[in-house]
Nanobody, 121 residues
Framework: QVQLVESRGGLVEAGGSLRLSCVAS????????MAWFRQTPGKDRDFVSY???????YYTESVKGRFTISRDNAKNTLYLQMTSLKAEDTAVYYC???????????????WGQGTQVTVSS
């Protein structure tokens, strides 16, 4: 089992920045692939980014150049640095852990509780 706890999100103006973190406990964090997804009311949970154990990353097109995913294995922590935020980035953000890289939420095994990010335009 892996427990994931996201940091508090927040309200930020368009063009601003925000960093999310996700602390993992339980099984060896360094062995897991980690990801961020986001969800808005009435919609599916959408892929944002993932990072493999060795640091290989992948992003959905809409956040490329604006978001950066990273991990600190010594601290069992996953990060998402978000810059140049837009109103359409408003969502509940979830971190996830799993054993395979995937853009599909059903392929991830463990989830955090989610944290709200609101971008005002």
């Amino acid at each position: 089992q892996v427990q994931l706890v996201e940091s508090r999100g927040g309200l930020v103006e368009a063009g601003g920045s925000l960093r999310l973190s996700c602390v993992a406990s339980g099984r060896a964090f360094s062995n897991f692939r980690m990801a961020w997804f986001r969800q808005t009311p009435g919609k599916d949970r959408d892929f944002v980014s993932y990072i493999g154990p060795s640091g290989v990353t992948y992003y959905t097109e809409s956040v490329k150049g604006r978001f950066t995913i990273s991990r600190d294995n010594a601290k069992n922590t996953l990060y998402l640095q978000m810059t140049s935020l837009k109103a359409e980035d408003t969502a509940v953000y979830y971190c996830a852990a799993g054993s395979r890289n995937s853009v599909f939420s059903s392929d991830w095994d463990y989830w955090g509780q989610g944290t709200q990010v609101t971008v005002s335009s």
